[in-house]
């Protein structure tokens, strides 16, 4: 099971149109609750017969499926080395930005007006800079798809390997088929860890949030690395399922993350902002935070 990505077949790699389909879907499960589309919103999530969630549900079904405690220690064996490449800053958000799908008529934006739209969002309600420079940062762990790693392996809801999956997560029938379900090692509610030992010593399944908290860990201040490593652990955020595994460090991080969440989710704006006249301030905002160069 720890085959390297090579190894799958091709419609095991790349089972969604394109990557922000994974995205909508949670914008459907966990609707903007300011929204006045929210209640179009959710019945269009109840709508199983919809064509486009059957690529989601595929994309659920291998992301169940694959990531199992071997899969994920031997990606972070592999990425974390960051010894793939090396580049300027502004040429990874151009990198990123290669990751726009022209199969796709819904994807208006591109990676990069996201992360701007975020860190835009971030700023005009005066929080502090390094939250903004969080916010500008935060998917750059998507560059993952772009050194061949199927969808499944990038995005999607993350949740801890080692012990037992919880049925919060979303679409839980599916991990009867993940190899950890039946090894008695991982299948029960502590599996390989202990109560309330905190984050910091359990693994999640492998994806963009892991690789850009790595990448930036020496950067950022703790609650924005916080912010980073767990945007997209929506069965602990907004379902509580593992406080069993947390420790009061945690808790107390998570609001930050609670905090960082709506703007990931909500900020998705069809009106770009003007990057000439934002330019300076984003320039200077990442000369100070991060290096010359990121490595991946
Ligand atoms: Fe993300
Ligand atoms: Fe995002």
């Not at 091709?10 to 903007?32: H, M, T």
């Not at 010894?83 to 151009?94: T, Y």
């Not at 679409?171 to 905190?198: A, H, L, Q, V, W």
Request: charged share 25%; net charge negative.
């Amino acid at each position: 099971m720890i085959s390297p990505s090579t190894n799958f077949d091709q419609s095991e790699i790349n089972p969604l149109k394109s990557l922000d389909a994974w995205e909508e879907d949670v914008l459907e499960r966990y609707p903007d609750p300011a929204s006045i589309a929210n209640d179009r919103a959710a019945d269009s999530y109840r709508n199983y017969e919809n064509p486009e969630r059957d690529t989601v549900r595929e994309f659920y079904r291998l992301n169940h499926i694959y990531q199992d405690y071997d899969f994920v220690l031997g990606k972070k064996n592999n990425y974390l080395k960051f010894d793939k490449q090396e580049m300027p800053v502004w040429d990874a958000f151009r990198f990123l930005n290669q990751l726009v799908d022209d199969s796709d008529p819904d994807t208006d934006l591109d990676q990069f007006q996201h992360l701007l739209q975020t860190s835009e969002a971030i700023r005009r309600d005066g929080h502090p800079d390094w939250m903004v420079m969080t916010g500008l940062l935060h998917d750059m762990g998507k560059v993952l798809c772009l050194f061949g790693e199927p969808q499944w392996a990038v995005v999607g809801d993350t949740f801890p390997v080692g012990c037992a999956f919880s049925d919060k997560i979303v679409y839980p029938e599916f991990f009867k088929d993940n190899p950890d379900f039946n090894d008695d090692r991982y299948n029960t509610k502590y599996g390989i860890y202990s109560p309330n030992c905190g984050l910091k010593n359990v693994h999640l399944s492998w994806g963009h949030d892991e690789y850009v908290y790595q990448m930036a860990k020496d950067y950022l201040p703790e609650p924005g690395l916080y912010m980073l490593r767990y945007h997209s652990f929506y069965s602990q955020h907004r379902e509580h399922a593992y406080d069993h595994l947390m420790d009061e460090h945690d808790h107390e991080m998570f609001k930050w993350v609670d905090l960082f969440n709506p703007y990931d989710l909500y900020s998705k704006n069809p009106h770009p902002p003007d990057w000439n006249e934002l330019r300076p301030y984003y320039e200077s905002l990442v000369a100070k935070y991060l290096p010359q160069t990121l490595k991946f």
